[in-house]
Structure formats: structure tokens, C-alpha cells
């Protein structure tokens, strides 16, 4: 672990202006200390050294994902993800190498088919489960969660069999003879499975995503999801490495926060975590902060985390005008101007930043009114105070968030996932929204991220969209509102040195310089030589994090 580490034989990028490109760096203690040619670092070698050769392959700093929701996404891997999948069969190879890696007797849960996104659109049964699995009950949710699909090892534990009568309001659903159940469970059936899930191997209670669509007697019903929290943590922390991300800034509760803050002090957690908190007040979240005693070099406390609107996809992003495909709907607020104002200037005064969620253009507008107004009464200096998401502004808010030296957060994927959604709601708005290009050209802080688990967690792939404006189809021909496209060098820059800038540690890491951590990774393949198209295809083959490989291809 002390040994030094020397990268050389490069196409090194190091998004530091001054020194944009080097050959080969040397990494000693978890930092970088030498850059330079071949010849340059090899003169500064110790005795003992080990080396990757990089045999022209491109370097780049180590992604920081600015906008993450970490144990959701964590709590999302216990079960199998079954969403967009296009046949049963699909389905059925998911579960059969869930199995394989699971013990016997365990519940095995899944969540989102739907049989319409199938090439035969019908109902499954139990004896297509039977077939790969007769040691574990598996129970898998439909997408809408008003159904499950089980085995028959699950409707035995449940006791559930011919004699079974309809429960109230639910439904067994049977073959046609009218007896048999087939392994479909429906509404209040599903509780009669729900109930008997074993409880001893279960370390954690969560809120299956799906039960959330479910009537709303039985929203507060929690399952005991099957799995232990901490192994999926880890599990969500290694995929984060795999695509090369070494920062997060993770916005949830305290709860979730502190078992983060546990498993990093344990080393458990290859990440450095950058933390805005929900639903707290500013006092209390200092009152912790003075009683906590935390690994700095692997967790930072960023601020209070708000809410101003709601979203594009349920019409409830605050807008100036009403909605094109609903002339009586403006979106909504959630908060009252007089209380973010309250809670700004309490976290600003506490030296706490604020991250306030606003995707309208009229929630982005009156958040910057609000702060305008904060920074006449009160001096803010060397704050990182941000706004999330940002995805639709009036053309006269761009400058303004230069003047108010606000940092635009934002999740370049969401255009792909949101354009078309977008063109119906917005209209011809929609030629000020996801405008990368016009904060970047006005001066704007842009730090780019994810918002896993809204969307899968991959910079690669957000580069491309960066500077595509297309989907991963290639939809549109010509890129959507393509004067907001970012250059590939911006958007890694968005990616990397903006999301440290974020979180004011720009001064050690984002860029790759002597004395910053030795967060780096290299890619299979030189993105700046490749086409746009081929951006989706570039892996990630090492992720080197305070100078040790946490990830290898
Ligand atoms: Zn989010």
C-alpha cells in the first residue's frame, strides 16, 4: 500500500488548463506527486514501485457525481431489478442467477415486469419459476405493484392452496378449472404472501418502491425486504467504481446519512462522500456536526438540502405559464418563499451551504429572487450554495445565477429521458431547458451527475448526451435544442472539476495535479478520438482511489 504507483505511456487529461496533457504521473501516499514525460517520472522512482502501463490509453480524474440518492439506489439492488425487460424468458434468466447466488430458503424479491413490454403479452404462472428455482419462495412484484407472480414454494409457505378462499378485496387468480392457483396474486392477495416473509435474515425494513403505488390503506404497510442493507451498500459502492465514480454528493435523511458516515469510517465504502441533508433543521444539523467526529479525508458535510417544486414528468414543476397540454396547471411549489428564506439564511449563518431542488422555470426564478433579496441583508462568502436539477429557466436567468454566484446542478441523462415529455409540457419553452452550453457560456458553475437511482448511474453515458443532446437511440437526427450541446472537454469538466468545486475541494482533487488525491481513471478506449456514437461503448478499466485500484476490468 505504500508502494509508489506510476501510470505511464499515457494519453493523460488532466483538466487542469495549464497543464491540460501529460504521459505518465507517480503516485506516493494517495497523492499525486510527480507529472510529466516517461523519462521525467521515472527519474523520481523509489526502490519500490509497482506500475500499470498504459500503453496509450486516456486518464482522466476520477468522476465526481454530484446529485446521488445513495441508500435508495443501495436498497434498490436487493431486490431484482425486472423493469423494461422484453420477454419472460429475460425475466426468468434474472431470477435464475439470483438464485444461484443466493442460500437456499431465502426470499428472493423482484419488482417491475409487466407483461405488456413481453413479446406474448400473457400472464405468467408458477411453474415458469418452478423450472429455475425449487429451493427459495420467490415473490416478484408487477410493475404497478398491484400484482405479484410467485412460485410455488412461496404460495406453500403462505399456505395458500385450492382451499383458499378470496381474501376481501383481493384475488388468487386460478386456473380454469377454477381451483389450482397459478402463482398471480392480486391487490389484497398479495398480503397473504407479504405477511409470512420470513423476518430472522432481514436487517433492514424498507419501503418496496412498488408498494409506494399501492392503495392507500396499504402504503404504510412495510415489507421486511430480504437482504442486509450493509452488503448492498458495498455492493452499490462497487458499482459506482465500476463507472469510475470516486465522489458522490448524496442527498438524503440523517438515518441514511449515518450509515454511510458508519461503513466509510470502517473503510468499508470506496468513496468520498459529500453530504446534504433532508428534512432537518440547520441548528440541529450543526448540533450533530459538533458531536461527530468525522473521517475528513473520506466524508464532508455539505448543507441542508430543499425542496422548492415538484417534477416535469407530474406536471408539478413551477412554471411562469401554464402547461401546453394543461392550460390549467402551473405545477406546484412546495415550500413558501418566506420559509426557504429562513432556512438559507439560518444554514448560510451556520456556515452550512444549501442545495434547493427547482425545476420549473418559475420555482428557478423565484429562488433566485429569494437569494437576491438573502444576499442584500447578509454577507455570504465562500459558500457553495447550489440549485438542483435547473432544467427549464426564462432566458433573463442565466446571468443570474453568475451574478448570484449560484452552482447549477444538473443531470445531463434527464434530457434523454425527458425530451419528448418535455416538448408536450413546455413547448416551445423547451428552447431554454437542459441548457448546458448557456450557464457554461455565462460564467455558471454546471457540476454534472446522476440522480441515481432517478436514473442508472453512468458518466459515460451522460458525457455522451452532453454532447449529443440525443438519446442512447440516436433520437434526434441532429441533437435536441443542439446550441446547448457542451464540447466533450466541458462536459468531463462538469463531471469532474465542478462537482470538487461543488464542494469546495478544488483545491485537492477534480483535476489531476501534483499534490491533489490520486482519484483517477482509465478508460478502454481515447474518447477524444472516437465518434459521439461510440462514447456509449468506452468502459472504464481501472479506478484508482486515493492511490489504490478499487476497480479493474
Ligand atoms: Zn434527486
Not at 118 to 134: A, E, H, I, M, Q
Not at 289 to 303: R, S, Y
Not at 405 to 425: R, T
Request: charged letters at 30%.
Amino acid at each position: 500500500m505504500n508502494k509508489d504507483l506510476i501510470l505511464f505511456n499515457g494519453n493523460i487529461y488532466t483538466m487542469n488548463f495549464s497543464k491540460p496533457k501529460v504521459e505518465a504521473l507517480l503516485i506516493r501516499k494517495g497523492k499525486i506527486i510527480a507529472l510529466g514525460t516517461n523519462e521525467e517520472i521515472k527519474s523520481n522512482l523509489n526502490m519500490n514501485y509497482e506500475f500499470i502501463d498504459l500503453k496509450g490509453k486516456v486518464v482522466l480524474p476520477g468522476f465526481i457525481d454530484s446529485h446521488v440518492h445513495f441508500l435508495n439506489y443501495a436498497k434498490s439492488l436487493i431486490g431484482i431489478n425486472l423493469n423494461n425487460i422484453e420477454s419472460k424468458e429475460a425475466v426468468i434468466d434474472k431470477v435464475k442467477t439470483r438464485v444461484s447466488k443466493s442460500k437456499p430458503e431465502v426470499w428472493i424479491l423482484g419488482y417491475g415486469w409487466n407483461e405488456n413490454d413481453w413479446r406474448v403479452k400473457t400472464l405468467p404462472s408458477k411453474s415458469d419459476l418452478d423450472k429455475v428455482c425449487d429451493k427459495n419462495p420467490v415473490v416478484l412484484f408487477r410493475k404497478d405493484g398491484h400484482s405479484i407472480w410467485v412460485n410455488s414454494i412461496a404460495l406453500k409457505k403462505s399456505g395458500i392452496n385450492e382451499q383458499t378462499l378470496d381474501p376481501a378485496g383481493g384475488k388468487i387468480v386460478r386456473e380454469p378449472d377454477g381451483k389450482k392457483p397459478i402463482g398471480i396474486l392480486k391487490e389484497n392477495a398479495i398480503y397473504l404472501v407479504l405477511k409470512k416473509i420470513k423476518t430472522e435474515d432481514v436487517k433492514d425494513t424498507v419501503m418496496t418502491p412498488v408498494l409506494t403505488s399501492l392503495s392507500d390503506d396499504s402504503k404504510k404497510t412495510k415489507i421486511k425486504k430480504l437482504g442486509n442493507i450493509n452488503d448492498a451498500i458495498k455492493l452499490a459502492s462497487k458499482n459506482f467504481n465500476k463507472v469510475g465514480i470516486t465522489s458522490i454528493h448524496n442527498m438524503e435523511n440523517m438515518d441514511r446519512q449515518k450509515i454511510l458516515f458508519d461503513l466509510n469510517s470502517k473503510g468499508e465504502l470506496n468513496l468520498r462522500v459529500y453530504s446534504f441533508f433532508e428534512k432537518i433543521e440547520p441548528e440541529d444539523l450543526n448540533d450533530f456536526i459538533k458531536n461527530i467526529d468525522l473521517d475528513k479525508k473520506w466524508i464532508k458535510i455539505g448543507g441542508i438540502k430543499l425542496f422548492y417544486d415538484g417534477s416535469l414528468g407530474s406536471r408539478t414543476a413551477w412554471m411562469v405559464e401554464p402547461y401546453d397540454d394543461n392550460k390549467d396547471n402551473h405545477g406546484m411549489k412546495v415550500m413558501k418563499e418566506a420559509e426557504v428564506e429562513r432556512l438559507i439564511i439560518s444554514a448560510n449563518q451556520l456556515g452550512l451551504n444549501f442545495a434547493i431542488h427547482a425545476i420549473g422555470d418559475r420555482a428557478n426564478k423565484e429562488v433566485l429572487d429569494i437569494y437576491e433579496k438573502i444576499l442584500r441583508k447578509i454577507k455570504i462568502k465562500q459558500l457553495r450554495n447550489r440549485v438542483e436539477h435547473v432544467q427549464i429557466l426564462r432566458e433573463e436567468d442565466f446571468i443570474r445565477f453568475k451574478k448570484l454566484n449560484l452552482i447549477a446542478s444538473m443531470q445531463p441523462y434527464h434530457l434523454a429521458s425527458d425530451m419528448k415529455m418535455a416538448e408536450k409540457g413546455w413547448g416551445k419553452r423547451c428552447r431554454w431547458s437542459y441548457a448546458w452550453n448557456r450557464l457554461v457560456k455565462n460564467g455558471v458553475h454546471l457540476t454534472f451527475g446522476s440522480d441515481c437511482p432517478v436514473e442508472t448511474v453512468n458518466p459515460i453515458r451522460d458525457l455522451y448526451v452532453s454532447i449529443t443532446r440525443r438519446g442512447e437511440d440516436g433520437y434526434p437526427n441532429g441533437g435536441w435544442y443542439p446550441e446547448h450541446r457542451l464540447t466533450l472537454e466541458q462536459a468531463i469538466y462538469s463531471y469532474t472539476y465542478e462537482g470538487a468545486y461543488a464542494s469546495a475541494d478544488e483545491d485537492i482533487k477534480g483535476s489531476i495535479e501534483i499534490g491533489k488525491l490520486a482519484d483517477l481513471i482509465v478508460l478502454s478506449d481515447d474518447i477524444f478520438k472516437i465518434s459521439p456514437k461510440d462514447i456509449l461503448d468506452v468502459k472504464v478499466i481501472h479506478t484508482i482511489l486515493d492511490g489504490n485500484i478499487v476497480y479493474s476490468s
